[in-house]
């Protein structure tokens, strides 16, 4: 038999009660775990160049420049390295699922613009700029936007977050007495934040896009719901086109709970009797019987037919 899906209709007609609609909302579980293991080599990364960072400004650059660099900047980069390797550690070893660990990685991107935000007030990067020049949190969001594997509403939430930690460092070390530059430089200086907080939607929302039609070819292959023809104790029948043979199908959605399944073994005995009688209804050729084109189970555990589809008058309206 070959495997077949169905997706949700195109026209004004109502999605069916029977999916599960919530789990369309969630990525499919492979997808999130390639993300999150790719949040694990960002990490790895991550921890590599805030190290590399604080040996340039701890051993380089003072033996070259001669520079003092500020105390916050030495421990704002330790603690950035430990956060990294926490990350790191936890993403590849903990046994948590893979979307708590992308939720992990959102906070792991807002700790980071804190960390780039503290150093950049620590050493008065909107004054020596005037207004000139991209803070590295515009780097920090967009990598956590191309990685994470987050819905666009939490992509969001983070992005922004994350494009705020620079004023409201600079703001801060302001209140603290630090020189800073005028209030337009600063908001010139900090415009790219919000603008790559923006673009930080767009990889998430293509994301979802390919998860959702991803989710729907696992499910069940090439058929298209177009209308429901009826609904009764058992379940629904809609009309459906094959979206390469161009044939229209009936099929049938069957939901074991409907039936009083109550277990997981009831569950389990139930979709195995359905499929024996699909399997001995697909056997049959005969005028008098209908043609049972594919059968199987969706990822929610509804059970369904693929049956021809007959042109004509139900029996509620001949009875009538």
Not at 206 to 214: D, K
Request: hydrophobic share 50%; net charge positive.
């Amino acid at each position: 038999m070959r495997a077949i899906r169905l997706v949700h209709p195109r026209f004004d007609t109502p999605a069916p009660d029977t999916l599960d609609r919530a789990s369309t909302d969630r990525l499919p579980r492979t997808l999130v775990s390639e993300h999150v293991e790719r949040l694990a080599v960002c990490a790895a990364v991550g921890a590599g160049l805030w190290t590399y960072g604080l040996v340039m400004d701890t051993i380089v650059r003072p033996a070259t420049v001669g520079a003092a660099i500020p105390t916050v900047t030495v421990v704002v980069a330790s603690a950035a390295i430990a956060v990294s390797l926490i990350m790191f550690v936890y993403v590849r070893f903990a046994p948590h699922a893979a979307e708590r660990k992308a939720d992990a990685g959102l906070v792991y991107v807002v700790l980071n613009a804190a960390a780039v935000a503290l150093i950049n007030a620590a050493t008065g990067f909107a004054a020596q700029s005037g207004g000139r020049g991209l803070s590295w949190n515009t780097v920090v969001i967009l990598v956590g936007a191309m990685v994470l594997p987050a819905t666009p509403r939490k992509m969001m939430a983070a992005a922004l977050v994350s494009a705020c930690m620079d004023p409201i460092a600079a703001w801060i070390a302001h209140l603290r007495g630090a020189p800073i530059a005028s209030l337009g430089n600063t908001l010139v200086l900090y415009m790219p934040n919000v603008a790559c907080a923006v673009v930080a939607m767009l990889p998430s929302h293509v994301l979802h896009r390919i998860a959702h039609r991803l989710r729907q070819a696992q499910e069940m292959g090439s058929y298209q719901l177009v209308e429901r023809l009826g609904r009764g104790g058992m379940g629904e029948v809609w009309r459906a086109r094959h979206r390469f043979l161009a044939r229209d199908a009936a099929i049938k959605l069957i939901r074991p709970e409907l039936l009083g399944a109550g277990s997981r073994r009831e569950t389990d005995d139930m979709l195995r009797r359905f499929e024996t009688e699909a399997q001995a209804t697909s056997g049959l050729s005969s005028p008098h019987t209908i043609q049972v084109f594919d059968f199987g189970v969706t990822a929610d555990r509804t059970f369904y037919y693929v049956m021809e589809l007959l042109e004509g008058r139900d029996l509620q309206s001949l009875v009538s």
